[in-house]
């Protein structure tokens, strides 16, 4: 039951350009997406997060833009740099609900100096 | 700044054997979740406690888990009997004071089953 779902499993993109990463949902009840960044052997890592009332929201160098017709969120990180590379989750919830996050697969990012 | 911690950072076990993993959430939360993370799969919410209950458990969380909070600090995991199934990465996370804030995980616990 993949009702988060991220279909680039990775992207590579070079140093100073931008990196666009895709999630896409099927729950229309979801109403809050964020997204973690996760290196290694550590836990995720907030980044950003937007609610179904926005569709967009930024923080610094990372944008993320939320299309409900189209059940689509997407995240930019402009410029890109070598230390962005990490395996990225787009993650989704609901108001009303526990709380409990639904993961997508998550997307490797390589940004290459 | 605050964060969650996790111990152990590893953890092997026999199969059948007990393992209780601990975490310590940001000391001002008050909602609580476990996650794991198998190999190479996604990360799966496991279950949700608020107000010294479970909220929510999924399909994962059967009859050989559990969670308590033992104490103003503590939040734990208990697989009663491992399988080798259970062999993951166990995320603790905790948010402030409602269920859309954002969760923060500790860096987690690699278990392995043998």
């Known amino acids: 039951d993949q009702q988060v779902k991220q279909n680039s499993p990775s992207l590579s993109v070079q140093e100073g350009r931008i990196s666009i990463l895709n999630c896409d949902y099927t729950n229309s009840m979801f109403d809050y997406f964020l997204w973690y960044k996760k290196y290694p052997a550590e836990g995720p890592t907030f980044l950003i997060s937007?609610?179904?009332?926005?569709d967009k929201n930024e923080d610094g160098r990372f944008t993320v833009f939320l299309n409900k017709s189209a059940k689509h969120l997407s995240l930019h990180i402009v410029p890109s740099q070598p230390g962005d590379s990490a395996v990225y989750f787009c993650a989704a919830t609901y108001d009303g609900g526990t709380g409990k996050l639904i993961f997508g697969q998550g997307t490797t990012l390589q940004v290459k100096p | 700044e605050p964060e969650v911690t996790q111990t152990p950072s590893h953890q092997v076990t026999q199969m059948g054997q007990e393992v209780i993993l601990r975490c310590v959430p940001i000391?001002?939360?008050?909602?609580f979740y476990w996650y794991r993370q198998i190999l190479g799969q996604k990360v799966e919410f496991l279950v949700s406690f608020y107000n010294n209950e479970i909220s929510e458990k999924s399909e994962i969380f059967d009859d050989q888990f559990s969670v308590e909070r033992p104490d103003g600090s503590n939040f734990t995991l208990k697989i009663r009997s491992t399988k080798l199934e259970d062999s993951a990465m166990y995320f603790c996370?905790?948010?402030?004071?409602?269920?859309?804030?954002?969760?923060?995980f500790g860096p987690g616990t690699r278990l392995t089953v043998l």
């Open positions: 937007i609610s179904s009332i926005k």
């Open positions: 000391s001002n939360h008050l909602y």
């Open positions: 996370a905790s948010s402030e004071d409602s269920n859309t804030d954002t969760q923060y």
